[in-house]
């Protein structure tokens, strides 16, 4: 009995190894991100703070997409890349056929996204048992931004600009309920700039200094909002799949500075902008 054991659990393994080698050879020919995600990497880009010491949980293992030091070790659907790993790996997996007890995998949680600290052989086997949950110690780190499991090296990008904007302008402060996506690359950059230039002629109407807050504030109410409520009525979105109200927002000034330098008329007010680039849609 023991020996057949053995023999399964070997076998396991050859398929798992076999399956990664797949899984990089699609990875290369498709350009789909395929390596574990670095919790370094993400702590460095995205500013997290923490970890907190959550406790044991139950946690979906589709969910466990990272690692702390051992991302080479294993691919994004934490099969074994190298075969210096078979031997824990056998021994982890003879004891989930013989249904051996073992301890809690040890996680940080960032977003909706779980990086493995200790027992990267357990999620693993785990996961190519096609077992569903595993039970962990949770250490949750705090983000200003959400990731998931399936994030993209450009969506990374995109988010560490997002960081910069909100450490710059603390609109998730200021605006608890604003949550601005996009998938425009330098677009937070952009919008940085359109506050810039809000903040000069608020200055100019009022005609005294205008605090960062201020008019960070004063964009989001009175440019920003009218725009996406807009977007938000008509629907548009539908229109354009993969694409966000960031995004259309981005859109509707280009198209309203496009409309005022052609016609050499004053801008448009945000919601007049905003309807009549969707009225040129449809």
């Not at 949980?57 to 990272?66: C, D, M, N, P, S």
């Not at 200021?174 to 937070?188: E, M």
């Not at 725009?227 to 995004?247: N, Y």
Request: glycine share 4%.
């Amino acid at each position: 009995m023991s020996d057949e054991l053995d023999s399964r659990a070997r076998s396991d393994f050859s398929r798992a190894r076999f399956k990664a080698f797949l899984n990089g050879v699609w990875a290369t020919i498709s350009g789909q991100p395929n390596r574990l995600l670095s919790y370094d990497e993400i702590k460095e880009k995205l500013h997290i703070g923490g970890p907190i010491y959550r406790g044991v949980q139950t946690v979906r293992v589709e969910q466990i997409a990272g690692s702390l030091n051992r991302y080479h070790q294993f691919d994004r659907a934490f099969l074994p890349t190298q075969d210096d790993t078979s031997s824990r790996w056998i021994s982890v997996n003879r004891a989930f056929y013989q249904d051996v007890s073992l301890p809690p995998v040890v996680l940080y949680k960032v977003g909706q996204v779980y990086f493995v600290v200790d027992g990267h052989h357990r999620v693993s086997v785990a996961r190519e048992q096609n077992q569903e949950f595993i039970d962990a110690e949770v250490r949750e780190c705090a983000t200003r931004v959400n990731i998931t499991p399936n994030i993209k090296p450009e969506d990374l990008e995109i988010l560490e600009d997002k960081v910069h904007f909100l450490e710059r302008t603390a609109l998730d402060y200021l605006r608890p309920g604003a949550n601005i996506k996009l998938t425009v690359p330098d677009g937070f950059e952009r919008i940085l700039e359109h506050i810039a230039v809000h903040r000069y002629f608020m200055g100019l109407d009022l005609k005294r200094d205008i605090s960062e807050q201020e008019a960070v504030t004063h964009w989001y109410d009175t440019v920003y909002l009218p725009i996406a409520e807009v977007i938000r009525s008509s629907d548009i979105l539908r229109d354009f799949p993969g694409k966000t109200e960031g995004d259309l927002y981005l859109w509707v000034l280009d198209h309203q500075h496009y409309l005022a330098q052609r016609e050499g008329q004053p801008l448009q007010p945000p919601a007049e902008a905003a309807r009549d680039f969707i009225e040129e849609q449809d």
